[in-house]
């Protein structure tokens, strides 16, 4: 069983900066893709950005450029730092750690973008 606790959202107005942590319990990262979906109001719950097992990093079109994966190893913690932020960015953003037999969410955190 994999526990994934997100912190950092809030609320920051439009063209500012938020960074999204999520700390999993174990080591997790050698065996499960790990990242953030979001899910806004009415819309249904999307990749933004993950890790692969292999270090690689995949990013959403609509926030390529703005938003940057990292990890550190030794504390099993992964961030999304977000840069200019839109108003369409506003969602719950879900910490996910997935591979072939599990997948697990954490609790989510609020982002709200405001004008």
């Known amino acids: 069983q994999v526990q994934l606790v997100e912190s950092g959202g809030g609320l920051v107005q439009r063209g500012g900066s938020l960074r999204l942590s999520c700390a999993a319990s174990?080591?997790?990262?050698?065996?499960?893709?790990m990242g953030w979906y979001r899910q806004g109001p009415g819309t249904r719950r999307e990749l933004v950005a993950v890790f692969s097992t292999e270090g690689n990093e995949l990013y959403a079109e609509s926030v390529k450029g703005r938003f940057t994966l990292a990890k550190d190893n030794a504390k099993n913690t992964i961030y999304l730092q977000m840069n200019g932020l839109k108003l369409e960015d506003t969602a719950v953003y879900y910490c996910?750690?997935?591979?072939?037999?599990?997948?697990?969410w954490g609790q989510g955190t609020q982002v709200t973008v405001s004008s």
């Open positions: 996910n750690a997935h591979n072939t037999e599990d997948n697990y």
């Open positions: 174990g080591n997790v990262f050698s065996a499960y893709h």
